[in-house]
Nanobody, 124 residues
Framework: QVQLVESGGGLVQPGGSLRLSCAAS????????MSWYRQAPGKERELVAGITSTGGSTNYADSMKGRFTISRDNAKNTVYLQMNSLKPEDTAVYYC?????????????????WGQGTQVTVSS
C-alpha cells in the first residue's frame, strides 16, 4: 500500500520557520522524483519545489527561491521542505508528490502519488 504522510505543518508567525516532512512507503522511493506543492484557499495547486530521485538537482518556484530548501534522505524514505522567512501568503495546504516517468520506445510510462496534505498557516 502506497503512502505519503506529511507532517510538520502548523501555525507560525511571519518571519518564522517550519520544516515539513513527507514519509514514503509502499514504493521504491529512491526511484522517484519528489516535489512539494501547495494550494491556498480559492487558488490552484502550485509547485513549490522539486528534487530528483538522487537528490542531485533541485528546482524552486521563483517566490520560494532563497527561502525554502527541499532535501531528501533515501535511506529514510523521506523528503523535507525547510521553510524560512515565512510570509502570510505562504499560508496553504502543502502536499507531497512522488513521480516516476520512463519512456520506452517513445511511450511514456508514469506513476504518481500524492499525500493528504498538511496545513501551514502564517499569521500573527
Amino acid at each position: 500500500q502506497v503512502q505519503l504522510v506529511e507532517s510538520g505543518g502548523g501555525l507560525v508567525q511571519p518571519g518564522g520557520s517550519l520544516r515539513l516532512s513527507c514519509a514514503a512507503s509502499g514504493f521504491t522511493f529512491s526511484s522517484y522524483a519528489m516535489s512539494w506543492y501547495r494550494q491556498a484557499p480559492g487558488k490552484e495547486r502550485e509547485l513549490v519545489a522539486g528534487i530528483t530521485s538522487t537528490g542531485g538537482s533541485t528546482n524552486y518556484a521563483d517566490s520560494m527561491k532563497g527561502r525554502f530548501t527541499i532535501s531528501r534522505d533515501n535511506a529514510k524514505n523521506t523528503v523535507y521542505l525547510q521553510m524560512n522567512s515565512l510570509k502570510p501568503e505562504d499560508t496553504a495546504v502543502y502536499y507531497c508528490n512522488a513521480r516516476w516517468i520512463l519512456v520506452v520506445a517513445g511511450i511514456p510510462h508514469r506513476s504518481e502519488y500524492w499525500g493528504q496534505g498538511t496545513q501551514v498557516t502564517v499569521s500573527s
